[in-house]
C-alpha cells in the first residue's frame, strides 16, 4: 500500500497535473471538459502540494468526497484514509462509506478506509480506563456531547485523538517521523469556510508529526462546487455527515434523523431528557442548538413544546445550510 511521495513544485505544475487529470477524465469516463467552470476553478489552483505521504482525514460528508475525488484528479494516491468514528454516525454516512466509496476507492486504486475509534485506541493506553462511546459518555455522566457546553472536547477526545493515537502506532508513521518527514494531512474545508484553515496544528505533537494541506481550498471549491464535483465523478451526493445527536444539527438535520434513524433518534431523545434535570443553563444549553434560546431541549420540541417554532422548511433561510460540516468535520 504504498504512497505516493509528492516533491513540491511550482504553482504551475500543479495546475498542469490538475489540467491533465481533468482532461483525462473528461475523455475516459465523466465528460467533463475544460468548458466546465469547476474544472476551470480547479486548473487556477494556487498552490503546491507538501512533500511527504498523504493521510486524508474522513469525515463521510460532501467535504470528504470531494476532497478524495481532487486528490485523485491531481494524479495522487493517499497512503491511508482515516475515518474517527465516536460510534453514533447517520445509517446514511456509514452506507455511502460502505457501498458507494468502497468500489469508488477500489477503481481509483486508493486504500480503503481505515476506521478509528477511541474506545479501541484506549485500549493500547493506560492513562485512561473508560472504553465508550461518545453516546456512552453522555449515559455515564447524564450529560451531553460537550459542543452542547459550548466546548469542542467532544471532537477532540473522540475524532482527533484517536486519530492522533491510532497514527502513533503505526510502523511507517513512526518511520517517517524518525526520519524527520512529516506526514501530509489531507483535510477537506472549502471556500465556505476557509477560517478553519491553518498553517499548522495547534498542538505541537501534532505540529512537528503533520503538515496539513487542503485541496478543496487550494482549488477554490466551495460547497456547491463540492457537490458539482461528486456530481461529475458520477456519485450521488452524501450529505451531511455528524453524530446522529449532534448538537450542531440544524432543524432539517432533526428532521432527517427523526425520519431516517428513528432509533437514533430516540436515543437522543432519551439523552436529552437523562441530561436535562441537571443543566444550569437549559435556556442556552441543549442537543438544539439550532433554536433560539429557551427552546433548546430535544424532548420538549418533540412534545410539541415549542409551539410558533418554525417548521424547518421555513427556517431554513435562516440557518446554516444542511450540508455544512460539524465543526468537529476532519
Ligand atoms: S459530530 Fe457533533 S457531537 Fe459528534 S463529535 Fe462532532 S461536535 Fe461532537
Given amino acids: 500500500m504504498g504512497g505516493a511521495v509528492i516533491s513540491p513544485g511550482p504553482e504551475t505544475e500543479l495546475a ?12 475516459d469516463r ?37 476532497n478524495l475525488i481532487l486528490v485523485r484528479r491531481l494524479g495522487l494516491v493517499p497512503r491511508v484514509i482515516v475515518m474517527a468514528f465516536p460510534g453514533h454516525e447517520r445509517t446514511r454516512t456509514i452506507w455511502y462509506r460502505d457501498e458507494i466509496m468502497a468500489p469508488w476507492l477500489a477503481g481509483a ?7 478509528v475509534s477511541r474506545w479501541e485506541e484506549i485500549l493500547h493506553r493506560t492513562k485512561f480506563k473508560n472504553v465508550e462511546t461518545l453516546g456512552g459518555l453522555c449515559e455515564r455522566t447524564a450529560g451531553l456531547p460537550s459542543v452542547a457546553y459550548g466546548w469542542k472536547r467532544c471532537s477532540f477526545n473522540f475524532k482527533r485523538a484517536p486519530s492522533v493515537w491510532w497514527a502513533e502506532r503505526q510502523e511507517w508513521c513512526r518511520k517517517e517521523w524518525a526520519a524527520g518527514r512529516k506526514i501530509v494531512k489531507a483535510i477537506g474545508y472549502d ?22 494541506w487542503y485541496p478543496l481550498l487550494d482549488a477554490g471549491l466551495d460547497r456547491a462546487g463540492c457537490e458539482a464535483l461528486i456530481a ?9 455527515s455528524a453524530c446522529t445527536f449532534c448538537p450542531n444539527n440544524t432543524l432539517r ?9 428513528p432509533e437514533a433518534f430516540a436515543y437522543a431523545l432519551e439523552m436529552s431528557r437523562r441530561a436535562a434535570p441537571g ?5 442556552t444549553t441543549g442537543l438544539m442548538r439550532c433554536n433560539p434560546k429557551g427552546k433548546r431541549q430535544l424532548h420538549v420540541w418533540t ?6 417554532l418554525l417548521p424547518a422548511s421555513e427556517a431554513d433561510d435562516a440557518e446554516v445550510q444542511s450540508t455544512t460540516p460539524c465543526e468537529c468535520a476532519l
Avoid: C, H
Fill in 253 to 261: 438535520e432533526w428532521e432527517e434523523v427523526r425520519r431516517d434513524d
Fill in 16 to 27: 498542469a497535473r490538475a489540467v491533465l487529470a481533468l482532461d483525462d477524465e473528461s475523455t
Fill in 191 to 212: 471556500m465556505d469556510e476557509p477560517q478553519r484553515a491553518r498553517p499548522g496544528f495547534d498542538d505541537p505533537v501534532e505540529n512537528a508529526r503533520y503538515v496539513p
Fill in 30 to 66: 465523466n465528460g467533463l471538459d475544460l468548458r466546465n467552470p469547476l474544472a476551470l476553478r480547479t486548473m487556477t489552483t494556487n498552490s503546491t502540494i507538501p512533500e511527504g505521504q498523504i493521510l486524508v482525514t474522513y469525515g463521510g460528508g460532501v467535504n470528504t468526497i470531494a
Fill in 109 to 115: 486504486g486508493f486504500p480503503t478506509v481505515t476506521v
Fill in 232 to 240: 461529475s465523478e458520477g456519485l450521488p451526493s452524501p450529505g451531511k
Fill in 279 to 283: 443543566l444550569q443553563n437549559p435556556d
Fill in 303 to 308: 412534545e410539541g413544546g415549542y409551539p410558533g
